[in-house]
């Protein structure tokens, strides 16, 4: 009985903080990549592509690091 009262008090204690700080900072690059993306909205069609592409290959980067950190702490 002791192990199953500590397991959620370990979870909560531990992983929901994590993964708190980890939506934080997902949410926050989203933000930053969309106001980039309206801020070169003003600049022509081709450089608008190329800043399309980057900031889609960030977030594949983030996407895969959030998978691998939750992969360790599991």
């Keep these: 009985d002791g192990l199953d009262k500590s397991a959620p008090h370990c979870w909560i204690g531990y992983k929901v ?3 708190f700080l980890i ?3 997902l949410a926050l690059h989203v933000v ?3 106001a980039l ?3 070169f909205l003003f600049l ?3 450089e608008e592509e190329v800043i ?3 900031w889609i290959c960030l ?3 983030k996407v895969l ?3 691998y950190s939750v992969l360790m702490w599991i």
């Design 44 to 46: 022509e069609e081709e």
């Design 17 to 19: 903080p994590m993964v």
């Design 32 to 34: 930053f990549g969309k």
């Design 37 to 39: 993306l309206l801020l």
């Design 52 to 54: 399309v592409v980057v």
């Design 65 to 67: 690091d959030l998978i």
């Design 59 to 61: 977030t594949l980067m």
């Design 23 to 25: 939506c934080v900072g």
